[in-house]
C-alpha cells in the first residue's frame, strides 16, 4: 500500500465592500501560500486580484508568497487602499468635537 502525504486544512479568504469570498480547501503539507491560492481558485473567482502587487498574508500578518503553510491557516489576500490612512486620520482630527 502507498503512504499518503499529510495534507493541511485551510481557508482562502477576500473581500470588497460588495461581497466575501471564503473557500475552504485541503493541500499537501509543503504547500505555499501562492500555491494555496491557486488551488483554492480563488483567481477565477475574482479576476481583478493581482498578486503581482496585491499583498497576502495569514491571520492578519504579511507572508511571502512563497511561505509554507500550515494546518488551520486562513490565507487573506488583502486589496490596495482605497483612501490614504493619513489622510483619512487628518479629516477626522480636524472635525470639531461635539
Avoid at 19 to 38: E, S, W
Wanted: net charge positive; aromatic share 4%; charged share 25%.
Amino acid at each position: 500500500m502507498g503512504e499518503s502525504l499529510p495534507s493541511v486544512r485551510l481557508q482562502v479568504c477576500y473581500a470588497t465592500a460588495q461581497r466575501q469570498i471564503l473557500l475552504d480547501i485541503t493541500v499537501p503539507a509543503a504547500t505555499t501560500v501562492h500555491q494555496a491560492i491557486d488551488a483554492s481558485g480563488i483567481l477565477r473567482l475574482a479576476p481583478e486580484i493581482d498578486l503581482s502587487v496585491w499583498r497576502v498574508g495569514v491571520y492578519g500578518k504579511l507572508r511571502a508568497l512563497d511561505a509554507a503553510v500550515r494546518d488551520l491557516d486562513r490565507v487573506e489576500i488583502y486589496r490596495p487602499l482605497t483612501a490614504d490612512p493619513m489622510e483619512s486620520r487628518r479629516r477626522r482630527a480636524a472635525k470639531p468635537k461635539p
